[in-house]
């Protein structure tokens, strides 16, 4: 059975930004997931859900902007051979530091992390651990005022196997791209 997921997070919504992008938005729709990570700093999650078509079961962490969520600061999950880490990624320095997020990671007996804060997507393979920043799906910025690129990740995962697809957008044009990875005796390496 595959599992497919929705990875996503830094949405800032309403703050920063009330919608994600009109492709982003169908591309969703039309689709079937399984799960949804969210790597936190939604703002006020009852907004966030409704720039979003219906989510299927998920997991959610805080980010460093959701002032009085419940929510754990990290989450594992296991989907099939993979250990999955969700977090935000707020007490990683330098900001997104995968050294760092992989000691985190390796403590715990983890495959993959999924995180955020940085806004900016990024697909890392580092000493033979995984590394998946969604970006931020709303295009919200740093802080500052207008938009910055958009992004999203999608997760096939398939026993030992997985697929990972980017959905990126300047406002202008999509890209798309796919990367297929392995897990073999214990190690993540990328498929050819």
């Known amino acids: 059975m595959t599992h497919r997921v929705l990875v996503f997070g830094d949405t ?4 920063r930004r009330d919608s994600i992008p009109e492709e982003f ?3 969703i729709k039309e689709n079937v997931y399984d799960l949804a990570l969210i790597t936190g700093d939604l703002i006020r999650e009852s907004d966030m859900r409704a720039a979003l078509p219906p989510l299927p079961r ?14 754990n600061f990290h989450e594992q999950v296991q989907l099939d051979d993979f ?17 760092q997020l992989g000691e985190i990671l390796h403590q715990i007996g983890g495959d993959v992390a999924v995180h ?6 990024a697909i890392d ?10 970006g931020t799906i709303s295009g919200a910025t740093g802080g500052w005022g207008g938009r910055a ?13 997985m697929k990972v697809t980017l959905h990126q957008t300047d406002w202008r044009v999509v890209k798309i791209s796919e990367i297929q990875f392995l ?7 990328r498929k050819s």
């Open 25 to 27: 938005y169908k591309h």
């Open 116 to 121: 955020g804060h940085t806004h900016k997507a």
């Open 83 to 99: 250990k999955l880490l969700l977090i935000h990624g707020t007490q990683l320095r330098p900001r997104g530091s995968i050294e």
């Open 125 to 134: 393979l580092y000493k033979d651990r995984l590394f998946l920043n969604p």
């Open 183 to 189: 897990k073999q005796d214990d190690v993540i390496i």
């Open 149 to 161: 690129d958009a992004s999203f990740i999608e997760l096939e995962v398939q026993s030992s196997e």
């Open 12 to 15: 800032h919504i309403p703050s």
């Open 58 to 71: 998920s997991f959610i962490v805080v980010g460093n902007m959701d002032y009085g969520s419940s929510y």
